[in-house]
Every structure is written in C-alpha cells, then in structure tokens.
T-cell receptor, first 112, second 109 residues
Framework: ETGVTQTPRHLVMGMTNKKSLKCEQH?????MYWYKQSAKKPLELMFVYSLEERVENNSVPSRFSPECPNSSHLFLHLHTLQPEDSALYLC???????????FGQGTRLTVV | GEDVEQSLFLSVREGDSSVINCTYTDSSSTYLYWYKQEPGAGLQLLTYIFSNMDMKQDQRLTVLLNKKDKHLSLRIADTQTGDSAIYFC?????????FGAGTRLTVKP
C-alpha cells in the first residue's frame, strides 16, 4: 500500500461514453501525475500537476482531460476514446517534482 | 530513440544473481530509480540513487551508476521466486520522470 488510491480498478467503456478516473493521496504530496502504461512500451507521462496547477501536458489528445481540484485529488476525464486508448492508467504523487513518485495500483481501461 | 532503454526480458534460476541494465540519455538527470511492478499492481519504488553517487547497496539490492556511460544497473543477489516481476528504470529532473519499457524478470525454481 503506497498511500495512493485509484478508482475504479477496472473500467470498460464504449467509444461514445464519458467516464472519469479518480486518484487520491493523503501523503501531503505537492505533485501528482497521470501515466499511461501500454504493453511493451515505456510508461508515458501524460500530465503533471504541481500545487494544483498543470505544469506539463505531453501532447495528450483532448479526449483526455485532467482535473486537480485540490492537492489530494486528481481526475482524468475521458470522452470519445478510441480502442488504442485501452491501457493501464497509473496515478502517482511525489513530495516535490524531483523526488521519488509513489504510484497507485492503476485503472485497467478497456475501450470497446 | 527512447530516453530510457532496457532489455525486455531476463530469466534466472532461484538463488542466482540477477542483473538488470538500463541506459539513459539525459546527463542532467538528478535521480535515477528502480521500480518493481508485480502482476495487477502499480509500481513500487525499490531503490534510487542520486546522480553524484556511484553505488548504493540495500540488503539484496545493489545499484551501480556509470554516469559517464549513462548506464544504470540493478543487481539482485540470491534471487527468489518472489522477485519475479517487471522492473522499471527511471530518471528524473524537475517535474519530469521518464521510464524505460520495463524488464520482465522470471525466476525459475
């Protein structure tokens, strides 16, 4: 248990659906991240929030929309996804942007 | 090419040592990490090394850093079946942490 909780653990959605992934940490960390993990590919950094402000957006399609309402919560809103978006989505947090990240267990997303 | 590279597979026998290698490209990285991912789980930090260090030892784990060659390795002594997992190498600078594709370690009895 790393202190970073993601819900749901599994999600199956159609291409026309809208859903949201949730990440929560009560570790007092200032930075939160969304990563995408696809098979046999490096972890892809999607978004970085530092002190609730988005500091990085790595050319992620607009069908992925992050939200950080406070320092403990991070959301990833999904709409009109494609089958190739099926992957494990990992949330992480760190005390600052340059220290080790603590990961949640991930949400396994399947787009049908 | 990718920023962080590692071989995809490694297979060892129980009791042997495992060495997982990683190369990275950003010489200004400040921290380098090894993460372990077991099936169905997120990534767990195993160990990390600051870029001005050459070696770090933590029980069965030894991390070696060759900054000149931008090469990082993780040695697991007396590898056990419970060490079977995917091991990710990562480098970080500022808010950016970049991972390799992961090395799947299989430990055979």
């Amino acid at each position: 248990e790393t202190g970073v909780t993601q819900t749901p653990r599994h999600l199956v959605m159609g291409m026309t659906n809208k859903k949201s992934l949730k990440c929560e940490q009560h570790l007092g960390h200032n930075a939160m991240y969304w990563y995408k993990q696809s098979a046999k590919k490096p972890l892809e950094l999607m978004f970085v929030y530092s002190l609730e402000e988005r500091v990085e957006n790595n050319s992620v399609p607009s069908r992925f929309s992050p939200e950080c309402p406070n320092s403990s919560h991070l959301f990833l809103h999904l709409h009109t996804l494609q089958p190739e978006d099926s992957a494990l989505y990992l949330c992480a947090s760190s005390p600052t942007g340059n220290t080790e990240a603590f990961f949640g267990q991930g949400t396994r997303l399947t787009v049908v | 090419g990718e920023d962080v590279e590692q071989s995809l597979f490694l297979s060892v026998r129980e009791g042997d040592s495992s060495v997982i290698n990683c190369t990275y490209t950003d010489s200004s990285s400040t921290y380098l990490y090894w993460y372990k991912q077991e099936p169905g789980a997120g990534l767990q930090l195993l160990t990390y090394i600051f870029s001005n260090m050459d070696m770090k030892q933590d029980q069965r784990l030894t991390v070696l850093l060759n900054k000149k060659d931008k090469h990082l390795s993780l040695r697991i002594a007396d590898t056990q079946t419970g060490d079977s997992a995917i091991y990710f190498c990562a480098e970080s600078k500022n808010n950016d942490m970049r991972f390799g594709a992961g090395t799947r370690l299989t430990v055979k009895p």
